[in-house]
């Protein structure tokens, strides 16, 4: 069954530096997220992405954040200058019409 | 905005019995759609279940069925024949017609007895 890849795992960062989580939704997907989990709390959305383009995006996804569909296979979400409270699982996850969302396994960010 | 709400923070369960988890929201609009996600030990997201608002019928999955109430605005998910690989986190969310964000509730934890 196809399914959402997320790379790196884990990833640890010092504050201030920026990060690149790296995705690769399923191939015949039309709608590209990220969504986020700090430990304990709720999951948060924080993008969605459609025809290259940002359809929505949270309160949270700021000027620090941005996405990118660099090739025909990737999504990124890049943190431009990391804060300790970005410290999450970043999930990256795809549709084909948003109606029935394929997550990854997630990405354990932490910042030091 | 809307929110969905899991007042049960934990439930437990004896294998091979049925269990009910609960799951209240909010919100103005009259179509929208309801899911329950499973979240195990790894932490990867499964989609369990989905409703559709317009469709009066329960949806269900092999062991898995929801109690869909639009009026009370409820959405609960019944698991029957409980088993150990259902221990997870539970999450409810909701999606309104018009985007395609999924607002998540706080989540149940469901374990599983031997």
């Known amino acids: 069954e196809p399914e959402v890849t997320q790379t790196p795992s884990h990833q640890v960062t010092q504050m201030g530096q920026e990060v690149i989580l790296r995705c690769v939704p399923i191939s015949n997907h039309l709608y590209f997220y990220w969504y986020r989990q700090i430990l304990g709390q709720k999951v948060e959305f924080l993008v969605s992405f459609y025809n290259n383009e940002i359809s929505e995006k949270s309160e949270i996804f700021d000027d620090q954040f941005s996405v990118e569909r660099p090739d025909g296979s990737n999504f990124t979400l890049k943190i431009r200058s990391t804060k300790l409270e970005d410290s999450a699982m970043y999930f990256c996850?795809?549709?084909?019409?948003?109606?029935?969302?394929?997550f990854g396994s997630g990405t354990q960010l932490s910042v030091l | 905005a809307q929110t969905v709400t899991q007042s049960q923070p934990e439930m437990s369960v004896q294998e091979a019995e049925t269990v009910t988890l609960s799951c209240t929201y909010d919100?103005?609009?009259?179509?929208?759609?309801l899911f329950w996600y499973k979240q195990p030990p790894s932490r990867q997201m499964i989609l369990v279940i989905r409703q559709e608002a317009y469709k009066q019928q329960n949806a269900t999955e092999n062991r898995f069925s929801v109690n869909f109430q639009k009026a009370a605005k409820s959405f609960s998910l019944k698991i029957s024949d409980s088993q150990l690989g259902d221990a997870a986190m539970y999450f409810c969310?909701?999606?309104?017609?018009?985007?395609?964000?999924?607002?998540f509730g706080g989540g149940t934890r469901l374990m599983v007895k031997p």
């Open positions: 919100t103005s609009e009259s179509d929208y759609y």
């Open positions: 996850a795809s549709s084909v019409r948003g109606e029935k969302l394929f």
């Open positions: 969310a909701y999606r309104g017609n018009a985007g395609n964000m999924l607002t």
